[in-house]
C-alpha cells in the first residue's frame, strides 16, 4: 500500500518546507512501475503476434489512419503545437526549473540522474527499433508538418515524449499534496500537459501516436527509477556554496546563448518564454552570490 505523500501547504516550518521533496520522494514505490511495464509489454506483444511482415511495415500500416486523423485535429492551431512541441526538447524545457537547482536541489537530482536514463534509453531503442519518421514512410503531402521533414529512422519512441513526461513525472511527485481531492486535481493537470506536449509532436508530423504513448510510458519510468536513486544520495548539496556560483553562471552563459541561436534561427513565443525562465534564474544566483559577498 502507498504511504501518503506529504502536503507542501501543511507543513508550518521551514526547515520541513525545505525537506518536503525528499518527504514525498520517498513515499515513491517501484510497484508504482506495475502499470506502465505492463502497459509497454501490451504494445510489445501486440506487435510480435502480429508481425508477418517486417516490424516496420506494421507498425506504420497499424496506425497510420490513427496518425493522419490525429494529425489533422492537433494542427488546427499550428502555432500553438509548434511551440508546445518544442518543451520535449531538454534545451528549451529545463529553464522552465531550473531555479528549484538552489531551492530544491534534490528536485534537480532526480532530473539529471532520469535524464541520463532517459537519454541512453531512447538512444538505444531507436537505433534497435529503427522505424522511419512519418515524412518518410508516408506522402508528405498528405498530412501537415511543421519545420524541416525528418526522414531519419528515429521514430520509436519519441524522445521529446519521453524528456516531457519524466520531467512531468517528477514535477508530479515532488509536490504531490495530501489530500485525495487535491492530489486528483494536480495529477490530471501534469498529466494533461505532459500528453499535450507529447501528443504535440503527432500535430507537428514528427511521430506516430504509438511513439509518444511509448514515449511518455519510458518518460515515467526513466522517472521512477531517478527519484528511487534520488533518495538514496545527496550529492547536490555543492550549489549551495559559493565558489561554484561563477561556474553555474557560465553554464547558464552557454544555455542562454544556444537557445538565442534557435530563437534568432525561429524567432517562436517559446524560445523566448525559455529564455526569460533562463534569465530569472540567472539574476537569482547574481543576487545570491552578491549577498554572499557582503555576509
Not at 516490424?55 to 485535429?73: A, C, G, P, T
Not at 507529447?198 to 514515449?215: K, M, N, Q, T
Amino acid at each position: 500500500m502507498i504511504e501518503t505523500p506529504i502536503l507542501l501547504d501543511d507543513i508550518p516550518s521551514e526547515h520541513n518546507f525545505k525537506v518536503s521533496i525528499k518527504d514525498n520522494f520517498q513515499q515513491v514505490r517501484l510497484n508504482q512501475l506495475f502499470v506502465p511495464i505492463i502497459l509497454f509489454t501490451m504494445i510489445f506483444c501486440f506487435f510480435v503476434y502480429a508481425m508477418q511482415g517486417s516490424f516496420v511495415n506494421i507498425y506504420v500500416e497499424s496506425q497510420k489512419d490513427v496518425f493522419l486523423k490525429l494529425n489533422s485535429i492537433l494542427s488546427v492551431y499550428p502555432n500553438f503545437a509548434h511551440n508546445i512541441s518544442y518543451l520535449g526538447d531538454a534545451l528549451v524545457l529545463f529553464p522552465f526549473v531550473f531555479i528549484f537547482l538552489f531551492i530544491k536541489p534534490k528536485l534537480w537530482e532526480a532530473i539529471i540522474i532520469s535524464s541520463l536514463f532517459t537519454l541512453i534509453t531512447s538512444a538505444v531503442l531507436k537505433l534497435i527499433f529503427a522505424v522511419p519518421r512519418p515524412a518518410a514512410m508516408i506522402n508528405m503531402e498528405t498530412f501537415t508538418i511543421m519545420g524541416r521533414p525528418n526522414i531519419l529512422h528515429t521514430s520509436l519512441p519519441s524522445g521529446h515524449a519521453m524528456t516531457a513526461f519524466m520531467v512531468i513525472s517528477i514535477l508530479l511527485y515532488a509536490f504531490m499534496p495530501k489530500k485525495m481531492s487535491s492530489r486528483i486535481i494536480w495529477t490530471t493537470l501534469l498529466i494533461t500537459i505532459g500528453l499535450i506536449i507529447g501528443f504535440s509532436r503527432v500535430a507537428v508530423g514528427a511521430h506516430y501516436p504509438l511513439d509518444v504513448v511509448v514515449g511518455c510510458i519510458l518518460g515515467y519510468i526513466m522517472a521512477i527509477f531517478g527519484i528511487k536513486i534520488t533518495t538514496k544520495l545527496n550529492w547536490l548539496n555543492w550549489l549551495k556554496k559559493r565558489k561554484f556560483y561563477p561556474i553555474i553562471m557560465l553554464i547558464f552563459s552557454i544555455w542562454g546563448y544556444l537557445i538565442s541561436l534557435k530563437l534568432i534561427k525561429h524567432n517562436m513565443v517559446i524560445f523566448y518564454l525559455s529564455l526569460s525562465a533562463l534569465i530569472v534564474t540567472f539574476f537569482v544566483i547574481i543576487y545570491k552570490y552578491v549577498k554572499t559577498a557582503k555576509a
